[in-house]
């Protein structure tokens, strides 16, 4: 949503950041971008200005928000700020899904979820009356969009390190499966914790098929 072309102008960078733009910096023809893994975080976070229609609160110390940006750690790499938090935005990521053209997704820093009572995930939006699953394309619209929420179970249980499907907490799993169901594109890794080795690989990149 950063993106200078696709993303929610005049909140962007300076550069296109979307995988088609692979294709111009390695000098390769796009049908050669036979698999793209989106990467995205179990909550979504934002540096600077810009619509964010889930936007928590991240200064009460008591809040959901305040856990998402401490326990993640979310500050800008370059610019040191606390990044804004807020719950997962399925609808934003269709649009981004549609813009990258993902085959598969990798969800990272799911651990930073364990011990919420109940996580909440957007999956669509009130605009001018009209309810939509996808976010549009204008960011005076997004900035207008109410979201409507679904709310799941947490999980009381550790996550973190965690390196097989099965070994995760139950409400865990749950919470990716309606990701997935949610989004149409499978969730092919889940990153548990900072480590390299806190992985889970479902089916991995190299291996895919083109067509997928």
Not at 29 to 49: E, F
Not at 93 to 106: E, Q, T, Y
């Amino acid at each position: 949503m950063l993106d200078i072309d696709h993303g929610t102008y005049p909140y962007v960078t300076s550069s296109n950041v979307v995988a088609g733009n692979a294709a111009a910096g390695a000098g390769v023809g796009p049908d050669q971008l036979h698999y793209i893994l989106g990467i995205t975080k179990a909550y979504t976070t934002r540096v600077g200005g810009g619509p964010f229609p889930t936007e928590l609160d991240i200064l009460d110390p008591a809040s959901v928000g305040h856990h998402l940006s401490t326990v993640g750690q979310e500050r800008g790499v370059v610019t040191g700020r606390a990044r804004r938090c807020g719950w997962l935005d399925t609808a934003a990521l269709k649009r981004a899904i549609i813009i990258n053209g993902v085959s598969g997704l990798c969800i990272t820093k799911l651990d930073v979820l364990d011990s919420l009572a109940e996580i909440k995930v957007c999956v669509g939006y009130v605009l001018q009356g009209q309810t939509i699953d996808i976010l549009p394309l204008d960011a005076d619209e997004i900035a207008a969009c109410d979201p409507i929420f679904e709310t799941l179970p947490g999980w009381p249980e550790s996550s973190f390190g965690v390196t097989e499907w099965d070994k995760l907490p139950a409400n865990a799993r749950a919470y990716l499966q309606r990701i997935e169901a949610l989004i149409g594109v499978p969730i092919d890794m889940i990153s548990t914790g900072p480590d390299r080795e806190h992985t889970i690989v479902l089916r991995h990149p190299y291996h895919a098929t083109p067509s997928a």
